[in-house]
C-alpha cells in the first residue's frame, strides 16, 4: 500500500522560502510519478509540480514556474517543492499525490490521475 506524508509547511511572510517534503513508502520502483498540488479555501485543486521518479523528468505549473523546484532524493524515498519567492496568492494547503502507471509527466498535474493522497501541509503566506 503506497503511503505519502508530507511536512515542512508553515507561515512566512510575502518573498520568503519554504521546502516541502513528501516521503513517499510502499512502493520502490522507479516508474512512479509524484506530483504536488494545492488547495485555497474556496478554490479547485491545482497541480503545481510533478515528476516521474525514474525518468528525471519534471513539469510545473505556470502560476509556479521559475519559483518553485521539485526534486527527488531516491535514498530517502522523499520527494521535496523547494518554494522561493513566496506570494500571499500561494496561500494554500499542499498535498502530494502518486500514481504508479505514468505515461507522461504532465498528466502527473492532474489530479483524478493520482491514485494516492497525502493529507496535506498547510501553508500561508503573509503580506
Known amino acids: 500500500q503506497v503511503q505519502l506524508v508530507e511536512s515542512g509547511g508553515g507561515s512566512v511572510q510575502a518573498g520568503g522560502s519554504l521546502r516541502l517534503s513528501c516521503v513517499v513508502s510502499?512502493?520502490?520502483?522507479?516508474?512512479?510519478?509524484v506530483g504536488w498540488f494545492r488547495q485555497a479555501p474556496g478554490k479547485e485543486r491545482e497541480g503545481v509540480a510533478a515528476?516521474?521518479?525514474?525518468?528525471?523528468?519534471?513539469v510545473y505549473a505556470d502560476s509556479v514556474k521559475g519559483r518553485f523546484t521539485i526534486s527527488r532524493d531516491n535514498a530517502k524515498n522523499t520527494v521535496y517543492l523547494e518554494m522561493n519567492n513566496l506570494k500571499p496568492e500561494d496561500t494554500a494547503m499542499y498535498y502530494c499525490?502518486?500514481?504508479?502507471?505514468?505515461?507522461?509527466?504532465?498528466?502527473?498535474?492532474?489530479?483524478?490521475?493520482?491514485?494516492?493522497w497525502g493529507k496535506g501541509t498547510l501553508v500561508t503566506i503573509s503580506s
Open positions: 499525490a502518486a500514481d504508479l502507471s505514468p505515461l507522461w509527466v504532465g498528466r502527473c498535474l492532474i489530479s483524478r490521475v493520482m491514485a494516492y
Open positions: 510502499g512502493y520502490t520502483y522507479n516508474n512512479i510519478c
Open positions: 515528476m516521474i521518479r525514474g525518468r528525471g523528468s519534471t
